[in-house]
């Protein structure tokens, strides 16, 4: 007649223990307005490879006017602890003046800077052709070439967060 009555139970006791997924991460996507229409060719790409993963990160994307202010922007995000990693894209053209390549410098440089700083990892398609004309068969390429970049950006990006998420924790 020794019966054991449990004064309380503990829900889902029985129930086996739960698979532990991950979160799913926040990726922020800075573009760059200036030549949207080929810009828009990567974060399209990138989103399109992005919802094919089987637990899609989740996309955030804001404008810029050009690519000089991309850098800042990136900084901002990245400083916000909303964000896994941080995506730029932007074309950085030749406008027959030397400022070409200032622009180029500083925005990948500032990049890598926040990437450091900041210890998020900031990915580029930002890219700086040497020569670039407004003619059909440079504005098809070029078109075709982002959307090739913006689907290895993504794969790139969700690379890296598997390979860090894998090293030991940072104190």
């Known amino acids: 007649m020794n019966q054991f009555t449990p004064m309380f139970t503990i829900p889902g006791a029985d129930a086996p223990s739960p698979v532990h997924t991950p979160p799913v991460p926040r990726i922020a996507v800075v573009a760059s307005g200036w030549h949207r229409e080929i810009v828009q060719q990567a974060t399209t790409a990138m989103a399109d490879e992005f919802a094919a ?3 899609p990160p989740l996309l955030e994307q804001f404008e810029v006017p050009g690519a000089f202010e991309i850098p800042l922007h990136v900084q901002r995000l990245a400083r916000s602890g909303r964000y896994a990693a941080v995506i730029a894209c932007g074309l950085i053209v030749n406008g027959g003046i030397y400022r070409h390549e200032f622009v180029s410098s500083a925005v990948i440089d500032g990049l890598m800077r926040v990437q450091l700083e900041c210890d998020v990892p ?3 398609a930002v890219l700086t052709p040497r020569d670039f004309h407004e003619h059909a068969d440079h504005l098809q390429f070029f078109t075709a070439h982002f959307v090739k970049k913006g689907s290895e ?4 990006c969700l690379q890296t967060l598997a390979g860090l998420a894998a090293l030991p924790a940072v104190d």
């Open 53 to 55: 993963q089987p637990q």
């Open 122 to 124: 900031v990915f580029s």
């Open 153 to 156: 950006v993504a794969q790139t």
